[in-house]
């Protein structure tokens, strides 16, 4: 698994020109979740987070931010008819746009994206067909459709990224098939993140998680799952892992690389 040399370089140059913005430091994803937002209530959308606008709104608010990733979060992304054209647009600006589904939809949707360098489809996956087709509802065959969605995007040229979320019921025993299988599947990247529970609190320790990245081939796609679980930290109501700390520091290392800060 190679992270994107693009990627690196552009997380690299957010982190190290935090100090120079002279402002609150910004994390470098800017989650929006269009399924979320299409099922919030009127009454409710008035408090939603900043980077939590409307869906007509959020390629204003992309534009607007300095965040080079932004990540199109679960429920299925492809349930939302734009989330082609908010993803198009994304592109036009530059953004890396990770856009995550379950993947039971994505051979009928996936005419309408282009595989370009900066885009990656991220396809749900538990640790064993059983675990996953549970996780996604009792849908029958969940674990088998997303592996089907990861061939066909990749056979269209699309860059294709598995995520993991790792709850307190997770058997790490089982995670190693799993890494064989993706493996096998030659997906492009791995994340793995802790799962949300209904309250919002952590749902598994911090030694639970370093142990399950271990598995991830690539050093840079642990550390990119790290930045993930701090920039979600919020949504789920929990503070930002220890891992990821938006502070600039002299020198820091972002994805695998060492970056000297202004």
């Known amino acids: 698994m190679r992270f994107p040399l693009r990627l690196t370089a552009d997380l690299a140059l957010h982190l190290a ?16 979740a269009p399924m979320e937002e299409a099922n919030r209530s009127p009454r409710s959308s008035d408090t939603i987070h900043s980077t ?10 992309a534009q607007a931010s300095t965040a080079p990733v932004v990540w199109f979060a679960g429920p299925d992304s492809l349930q939302h008819p734009d989330a082609a054209r908010w993803s198009r647009a994304l592109l036009n600006r530059g ?6 589904t379950e993947g039971n939809l994505l051979r009928r949707r996936i005419h309408e994206f282009q595989p370009v360098p900066q885009f990656s489809f991220v396809v749900e ?19 088998l459709d997303s592996a089907e969605a990861v ?15 790792i709850g307190a019921d ?7 098939r799993l890494a064989e299988y993706l493996q096998s599947l030659k997906v492009d990247g791995w994340v793995i993140v802790p799962a949300a529970t209904a309250r919002g609190h952590r749902a598994n320790s911090s030694k639970k998680l370093l142990d399950a990245r271990q598995l991830i081939p690539s050093r840079r796609w ?3 799952s790290e930045l993930l679980e701090s920039a979600f930290a919020p949504y789920r109501g929990v503070e930002p892992a220890p891992a990821f700390s938006p502070e600039p520091r ?8 060492s970056v000297q800060a202004p």
């Open 95 to 100: 953004r890396h746009v990770f856009l995550q």
């Open 17 to 32: 020109g935090q100090p120079l913005r002279g402002k609150e430091p910004q994390s470098p994803v800017l989650r929006f």
């Open 125 to 143: 996956f538990s640790t064993t067909p059983e675990s996953h087709d549970l996780r996604v509802g009792l849908r029958p065959k969940a674990f």
């Open 52 to 61: 939590q606008k409307s869906a007509a709104e959020i390629p204003a608010d």
């Open 170 to 176: 997770t058997a790490l025993d089982q995670l190693p």
């Open 250 to 257: 002299s020198t820091r290392e972002v994805c695998g690389e």
């Open 151 to 165: 061939r066909v995007a990749k056979l269209s040229g699309f860059f294709t990224c598995a995520h993991t979320a």
């Open 222 to 224: 642990r550390l990119f």
